[in-house]
Structures are given as C-alpha cells and as structure tokens.
T-cell receptor, first 112, second 119 residues
C-alpha cells in the first residue's frame, strides 16, 4: 500500500526558478527520504530527514518535515535543465519495519 | 565494476515461460530488495532479503520467487510469466545504518533496472 503521496504529479518550470514538491504520508515514521529518477534509470538517493529533524539542506536542496501534519516538502532552488527527472518520497516507518515505502512521484520538467 | 548491476537490461519473453532476473552488488550490503515500477503505481516492493538465506515477502510477491545463497546476489524468478508482470524491475541494496533497533535500513542504492515484456 502506498504510504507517501507526492503533489503535484507533474510540474513544469523555467530554468532558474525554484521547484517545490510535497509529500504526505499516513503513519508515524522513523525517517523520510527523497529520491530522484532520471528517465530510464534507477533511483538515486538525494536526502534523508529523520523524524526529529525539521529541516535539512544539501546543496540546492532543502527538505522540510512536519510530523504533526505528516508532510514533507522538497525545494530545489535555481533549477537547471539537468534537474528534469521524477522525484519520489519514501518513508521508513517506526515499529521496526525494514522496508521503505515509496510514493508515486512528481515528474519535474525544467525548461531551458 | 563496483556498485549494483542488473542483468539482462531488457528481456522479452512469452506467457508461461520461466524468467530469472539477476542482481549483483559489490558492497557486501546486508539488505537487498526487488521492486517493480508501473505507471500509476510507483515502486512496489516484491521481495527483500536481510542477509544470505533470509528472505521475506513485500507488497506484491505473488508469481515471484527469490533466493539468496550469497550475500552479493539476489536473483528474482518469474516461474510462469504472465502479461501482468510486464514491468520495469529494480534491484536495490542497503546496509543498516539506523540508530534504532536491529533491522532498520536507511539509504537504498538502486540498480539500473530491467525492462521486462511478457507477450
């Protein structure tokens, strides 16, 4: 069953603009991760935020986590054409589960 | 080459045939996973393995069989392929790095995928 749900499903922006993607989930989590998938490729881990963290940065990426609302956002600043990809959130639930549960993804297109 | 590899990258088969997808990782990660990715469903976990000779079902295990005799290999077998198993299959691996109880996994590293078509 899907845990994370990304919003929007698709996003198209111009190079240089910021892109924001949201993820909502249902159960309590240990951590939440964001992955990127370029067309025809495997997923690549971008960033992990733990349940006791509220914000995390990595280069042009900024992730926030609001456990009270069970939601997270991924912000990509100063986007580039190379950022064109699908972005997935994945949650790692509390309770000892060994599995990541992925959302359906947001398809981001950055137009040059 | 270091990393996680999958073979074949593309496979076309017929309904009823047995197909085995291979996954090999060079990191000696404890955990390995098989996912399928379909439009409208995202990634769904088929099977996973916590160590050699330890496997467990994921969300959609029916019609699939796995084994893990060696830490580095995690083959996925479709015993009698069906059209509904047409999909892109991804293998992933990870090493427990969490601070919580045994069995927690964090970052997963994905292979390039196998695109399987069942006619």
């Amino acid at each position: 069953s899907q845990q994370g749900e990304e919003d929007p499903q698709a996003l198209s922006i111009q190079e240089g603009e910021n892109a924001t993607m949201n993820c909502s989930y249902k159960t309590s989590i240990n951590n939440l991760q964001w992955y990127r998938q370029n067309s025809g490729r495997g997923l690549v881990h971008l960033i992990l935020i733990r349940s006791n963290e509220r914000e995390k940065h990595s280069g042009r990426l900024r992730v926030t986590l609001d456990t009270s609302k069970k939601s997270s956002s991924l912000l990509i600043t100063a986007s580039r054409a190379a950022d064109t990809a699908s972005y997935f959130c994945a949650t790692f639930s509390q309770g000892g589960s060994e599995k990541l549960v992925f959302g359906k993804g947001t398809k981001l297109t950055v137009n040059p | 080459d270091a990393g996680i590899t999958q073979s074949p990258r593309y496979k076309i088969t017929e309904t009823g045939r047995q197909v085995t997808l291979m996954c090999h990782q060079t990191w000696s990660h404890s955990y390995m996973f098989w996912y399928r990715q379909d439009l409208g469903h995202g990634l769904r976990l088929i099977y996973y393995s916590a160590a050699a000779d330890i496997t467990d079902k994921g969300e959609v295990p029916d019609g699939y069989v796995v084994s893990r005799s060696k830490t580095e290999n995690f083959p996925l077998t479709l015993e009698s392929a069906t059209r509904s198993q047409t999909s892109v299959y991804f293998c992933a691996s990870s090493e427990p790095r969490g601070l919580a109880a045994w069995g927690t996994t964090d970052t997963q590293y994905f292979g390039p995928g196998t695109r399987l078509t069942v006619l």
